[in-house]
């Protein structure tokens, strides 16, 4: 089992399919619902952990469409970290026609984790860490916003709890949390021994504020490992 983004689209809580094109690769991705020019989303792959953010800027209180200049669209667009809604797309869909008439997307191999080694893997939007604890038989995990991202959320992150796969099995969920932007969100994974293939996602939201413009954002964030001694 490979975990994606759609495959967690499907569990019924990920309403966005993300395509990540290899290691360090940073791109936007249009909106499930093209309809306003509200939506920004940007996606990161990294290491071990892909991570995508999301915002969805509030529309007016009268119910009428949200009106963004286009400098307005861009400047929000960059603090996000994608393009703004209505551009970029055709760049990225050109390029997707070339590859699947040409060659096929290399499949990215889980990440190591060994033993006593303690890895992360950072990006713009917050940094992953994870651990194999043979001798204790888990997975350690941790996760950090970023500081460009706290920077613009406004209230408290509701954490859903971690969800993981070892060698294709679903297991139960870490717990959930409402708090800070500034924790330091982790977790335990066990069981799991030498040549376990474990894949992990969490998925947060929050209130933001960004450049006067109020909305909901949220993080997604996954990771794909393999346990080795």
């Known amino acids: 089992m490979r975990l994606s983004w759609q495959s967690a689209a499907a569990s019924g809580w990920l309403a966005l399919v993300v395509t990540v094109s290899g290691a360090g690769a940073t791109h936007a991705v249009p909106a499930a619902n093209p309809a306003d020019d509200r939506t920004f989303v940007s996606t990161t792959a990294t290491g071990g952990s892909e991570t995508t953010l999301r915002v969805v800027l509030d529309a007016y209180s009268h119910g009428s469409p949200l009106k963004l200049t286009h400098a ?11 393009a703004a809604p209505g551009r970029g797309h055709a760049g990225h869909a050109q390029a997707d026609a070339r590859q699947s008439a040409g060659t096929v997307r290399k499949k990215r191999r889980p990440a190591i984790l060994r033993c006593g080694r303690n890895p ?9 860490s994870a651990r194999f604890n043979c001798r204790y038989g888990n997975i350690n995990w941790g996760y950090k916003i970023s500081t460009r991202v706290k ?4 209230g408290n992150v509701k954490e859903r709890g971690v969800s993981w796969w070892n060698n294709g099995r679903r297991k139960p969920n870490n717990a959930g949390h409402v708090v800070g932007k500034h924790y330091h969100f982790h977790g335990t ?4 021994k030498h040549t376990d293939h474990v894949q992990f996602q969490d998925y947060m939201t929050f ?6 413009r109020t909305g909901t954002g949220s993080i997604t964030w996954a990771s794909d490992v393999k346990a080795k001694k």
């Open 151 to 154: 920077s613009f959320i406004t």
């Open 72 to 82: 307005e669209r861009d400047r929000i667009a960059a603090i996000v970290g994608g």
């Open 207 to 212: 209130r933001v504020n960004i450049g006067g």
């Open 120 to 128: 992360s893997w950072s990006d713009a939007n917050g940094t992953l």
């Open 189 to 192: 994974l066990k069981p799991v």
